[in-house]
């Protein structure tokens, strides 16, 4: 039997990390979040307890618990366990309260960490390597007409990034891998853009154990801008774009919030940073939060009558030229700092 203290221990651990664990596309909505694909259901916090409530569903409520009880099949121990992380066998009520608070919210956080190991680093790779090398076949010339001919991406930089696509299997449809990685070149996480025509489908999906949390930087260094997006494919065309004359910083989602030592390094080793966060109410809700934590900044998403993104617009603007715009207009607006 599970105690009344774990329970409630597990009620009050990490929902939303759990969730983008699991591969949920959330966005930060005020206090809490919602999800991307249905923006009907919001998960807040009251009381230190992480609550759901789903609007279009009769607004209806329910705590961390039953969320993954109705919507990820579990039952109610493998529920608990996995907000707790940990199993929840022999797990008595000393042992539980022996333990300090940081110290269950780093158990907690450990579901964070699997990328750092070497086996998911190792079988991460080899599936990233699979991906490649289906781009070679009939599945792959449909996934490289999608990225050329709706994201604006070349051959070159399709293969500099390592994308790729895995085929439809059992009830999953086919999808498009985008391995994203570190500044050190260790590989943070796989996302995967899904093919399916179910409009239940989520779009994006994590490849489990990846990390959700850690922005994934494109030719970043001390000597030039970066633009922060929130999309890694347009994180790409950006770079493809622009060469060298600008670094990229891709969230991956609004819910993403920059740790300090990043917060740090953007504020004291980057010249300065362009916001390109999206047009979109989670965009441009996230462009305020950056603008609070950044000290040399322009907010410049792209043009809106165009677009939401980079990815809707290169058809319709010139992504070199808004880059290049982007950065004199930084620099003529600091004129004092630059030219004095």
Not at 65 to 85: D, G, K, T
Not at 250 to 271: A, E
Not at 276 to 286: E, F, L, P
């Amino acid at each position: 039997m599970i105690s009344k203290e774990i329970i409630e221990a597990a009620k009050r651990a990490n929902f939303p990390g759990v969730l983008m664990s699991l591969g949920v596309e959330l966005e930060v909505n005020g206090k809490g979040y919602q999800l991307i694909e249905h923006d009907s259901l919001k998960i807040f916090q009251k009381n230190e307890i992480w609550l759901y409530k789903w609007w279009s569903k009769g607004g209806e409520v329910g705590d961390s618990i039953q969320y993954l009880q109705r919507y990820h099949n579990m039952n109610f121990p493998q529920a608990v366990s996995l907000l707790l992380n940990r199993s929840i066998q022999n797990l008595g009520h000393q042992e539980y309260f022996q333990k300090k608070s940081n110290e269950v919210d780093k158990k907690d956080c450990q579901r964070n960490k699997n990328w750092q190991t070497k086996n998911w680093q190792v079988r991460s790779e080899r599936l990233v390597l699979y991906g490649k090398n289906n781009m070679s076949n009939s599945l792959g010339e449909k996934y490289i007409r999608y990225l050329k001919d709706i994201r604006g991406l070349t051959l070159t930089t399709i293969k500099k990034y390592d994308l790729g696509c895995l085929p439809a299997k059992k009830n999953m449809s086919s999808k498009l891998v985008i391995p994203c990685y570190s500044s050190k070149g260790e590989l943070i996480r796989v996302r995967f853009r899904m093919n399916g025509s179910n409009p239940q489908e989520r779009k994006y999906r994590l490849l489990k154990g990846s990390n959700f949390d850690k922005p994934y930087p494109l030719s970043i260094s001390t000597k030039k801008p970066v633009i922060i997006v929130e999309s890694d494919l347009d994180g790409m065309l950006i770079s493809q774009e622009s060469g060298e004359k600008i670094g990229v910083l891709c969230l991956g989602s609004t819910s993403v919030r920059l740790q300090p030592d990043v917060i740090n390094y953007l504020n004291k080793r980057i010249p300065f940073v362009l916001i390109g966060m999206d047009n979109d109410k989670s965009g441009r809700s996230k462009s305020v939060e950056l603008k609070s934590q950044l000290e040399n900044y322009l907010d410049w998403p792209v043009v809106e009558v165009f677009g939401n993104d980079p990815g809707e617009v290169w058809k319709k603007m010139n992504i070199k030229l808004w880059i290049e715009f982007g950065i004199k207009k930084y620099k003529t607006s600091n004129r004092d700092f630059y030219y004095k």
